[in-house]
């Protein structure tokens, strides 16, 4: 039986990023961010993915990086157009190119387990609710809102509410959205309220990324941290890296302090594009410096 701390659960994306500078494609998806992230700062943790046999060459930013990747093949490779429409990179469009297959219970090899289970989607349809409720029956559950709340509607990608919300939530060890998502799910603009109401709907931890910081709701306690990041050119996947490193930092410390953590690490991803590649030594250095 091989056991880690964490198997990262999600569709690699064949993304193409549009600025105003031009336009650029790599392989990237929550899976990529949040399993490599995982591995920088020191967990167990291996990735499950699935895309089309002809583009298996996007499995090397895994093993590049240390991290066993399960692969599963897939009609099509799931692919997304980001669209940039500010400087900041806080306003974009996505658009779905291709979706990959859904995953299913079968997909995880009989002879793996772990302590975490993370669900880093990209959009609805991606993670079954049904699969959310098994996995949540052998271990905790970790859980991006964006893979329940972002729709393709035949390219486009739009945010709709989510029906058995509640249901599914309550399930949830670690549960992330950002403000956009969480002011969609409870219907406030304060990160704070918006976090108190999804951790009354049964998430143990919730986690709100906005582009200031970070905001952490566990039971009645509640802790934020500044993100500092120099520049932006790295914006893409800042909220897969700051969940992935919260929830495996989470083990062995306080729920403040993998807040503080995560967005120290954060702040140092998005000053460089592409997916985590830094070390917690120099996280560590950046909390001494900037916090």
């Not at 002809?54 to 991290?67: Q, R, W």
């Not at 390219?155 to 959205?177: C, H, N």
Request: glycine share 8%; with cysteine; hydrophobic share 40%.
């Amino acid at each position: 039986m091989k056991q880690y701390d964490c198997l990262v659960l999600g569709h690699v994306s064949k993304d193409i990023i549009v600025t105003a500078k031009g336009s650029e494609t790599f392989f990237g998806g929550a899976v990529v961010h949040s399993a490599i992230t995982a591995r920088r700062i020191g967990a167990n943790v291996a990735a499950l993915t699935k895309l089309h046999p002809a583009d298996v060459e996007a499995l090397e930013v895994f093993e590049s990086s240390g991290v066993p990747v399960i692969y599963r093949p897939s009609k099509v490779t799931t692919s997304i157009r980001n669209t940039y429409l500010t400087e900041d990179r806080e306003r974009r469009t996505c658009e779905a190119i291709s979706v990959a297959e859904a995953f299913e219970i079968g997909d995880i090899p009989e002879d793996v387990s772990a302590e975490m289970y993370y669900l880093g989607g990209l959009m609805r349809g991606e993670f079954l609710e049904e699969l959310v409720a098994e996995l949540a029956e052998v271990s905790r559950i970790a859980i991006d809102a964006q893979g329940f709340l972002r729709v393709n509607e035949g390219g486009p990608m739009v945010f709709r509410d989510w029906e058995r919300k509640k249901q599914i939530i309550s399930l949830v060890t670690y549960f992330k959205a950002d403000a956009a998502e969480a002011e969609m799910l409870t219907g406030s603009s304060d990160c704070k309220k918006a976090a108190r109401i999804l951790r009354s709907w049964g998430a143990k931890e919730v986690l709100i990324t906005e582009n200031s910081g970070v905001t952490v709701c566990v039971g009645e306690e509640m802790f934020q941290s500044a993100f500092t990041s120099g520049n932006l050119s790295g914006r893409t996947g800042r909220g897969d890296t700051c969940f992935s490193a919260y929830c495996n930092w989470r083990k062995g410390h306080t729920p403040e302090e993998a807040c503080l953590f995560a967005a120290a690490l954060t702040s140092i991803k998005m000053e460089k594009q592409g997916a985590f590649s830094g070390s917690v030594k120099e996280v560590e250095g950046v909390i001494s410096q900037r916090y």
